[in-house]
């Protein structure tokens, strides 16, 4: 099995900046990929940002349009962690953010072990 603890969330005015940390254990060799996902009050989880190991060349990462541009996510391979750099903060950022983890099945990362969520709260 997997473990994805995350941690690094809290309470920002707009503007601020937050970074969240995703630190895996376990199997992690069963690990292609690690994302995060977010979810706020009253709306579906939704897709922030994904990196994906390339081997050879350099890890494939992916944002939401809605946070190109603010948002930063990288990893530490040595720390199993991954990292998700958030600037310029919205109240619309507001919510649960969820690390993910899990396999590359055909071309796609499959989702498959999920951490406990760290909550972020952005005040206008």
């Known amino acids: 099995q997997v473990q994805l603890v995350e941690s690094g969330g809290g309470l920002v005015q707009a503007g601020a900046s937050l970074r969240l940390s995703c630190a895996a254990s376990?199997?992690?060799?069963?690990?292609?990929?690690m994302g995060w996902f977010r979810q706020a009050p009253g709306k579906e989880r939704e897709f922030v940002a994904a990196i994906a190991w390339n081997s050879g060349s350099s890890d494939i990462v992916n944002y939401a349009d809605s946070v190109k541009g603010r948002f930063t996510i990288s990893r530490d391979v040595a720390r199993n962690t991954v990292y998700l750099e958030m600037n310029s903060l919205k109240s619309a950022d507001t919510a649960v953010y969820y690390c993910a983890a899990g396999p590359r099945i055909r071309t796609k990362i499959t989702y498959s072990y999920w951490g406990q969520g760290t909550q972020v709260t952005v005040s206008s």
């Open positions: 376990g199997r992690t060799f069963r690990i292609d990929g």
